[in-house]
């Protein structure tokens, strides 16, 4: 009985080591050949916070603190769906993008967090992009000031159609000149995208 005991225990050991050997060589070493480039697609758009449309110059007086140029805010959330194809996982460490309301270029967001991907998996990113009445004034005024004359219209008005537009998605939101930044086993692979929503 000890015999064949210790036949089973041994042969117990002899397969488990050779499917422990066939696991590690099923494993996938990332090289500049085989790293396939993830995809980076815009699921939608949310507007996180809404305080409406309004602006007071810093000749008001305020009730409480100093006066200023303020406005209302307006906070935006990019949602992506970023997929590895790859047999390996991979990390996102680096994501930024800039963002036009209609054809207009008024501000650039950066991602802070790192993740991992699994491979073969899709995980989500959640961007936020802050906007304020006057920076937004500045931008447009720098940037857009000559198609603003072609339009025909002021930038006050420009400003009060994406401020009250927003609940409703009343004009498309673009993410252009993204750059997403992967790692893996030593290797980096820079990912450009683009997207407007709707």
Not at 87 to 98: A, C, K, Q, V
Request: charge should be positive; proline fraction near 7%.
């Amino acid at each position: 009985m000890h015999k064949r005991s210790f036949v089973l225990t041994c042969l117990s050991v002899v397969v488990i080591a050779a499917m422990l050997s066939g696991c590690a060589g099923m494993m996938v070493t990332p090289t500049q050949q085989n790293f396939k480039a993830p995809t980076v697609a815009l699921s939608h758009v949310e507007l996180e916070h809404y305080f409406g449309w309004w602006f007071y110059g810093k000749k008001v007086k305020p009730t409480k603190g100093k006066a200023g140029n303020n406005g209302a805010p307006l906070d935006f959330a990019f949602i992506y769906e970023i997929t590895n194809p790859n047999d390996y996982p991979i990390l996102l460490d680096g994501f930024s993008f800039s963002i036009a309301l209609e054809e207009f270029s008024l501000n650039r967001a950066i991602s802070p967090e790192t993740m991992w991907i699994p491979p073969g998996k899709t995980n989500q990113l959640r961007v936020h992009a802050l906007f304020d009445v006057r920076p937004a004034q500045l931008s447009l005024l720098v940037t857009g000031g000559f198609k603003l004359k072609e339009k025909g219209i002021t930038f006050w008005d420009q400003l009060e159609k994406w401020w009250t537009g927003a609940p409703n998605f009343s004009y498309p939101i673009s993410a252009n000149e993204g750059s997403a930044i992967f790692k893996a086993g030593g290797i980096t692979k820079v990912v450009p995208f683009n997207a407007t929503f709707p």
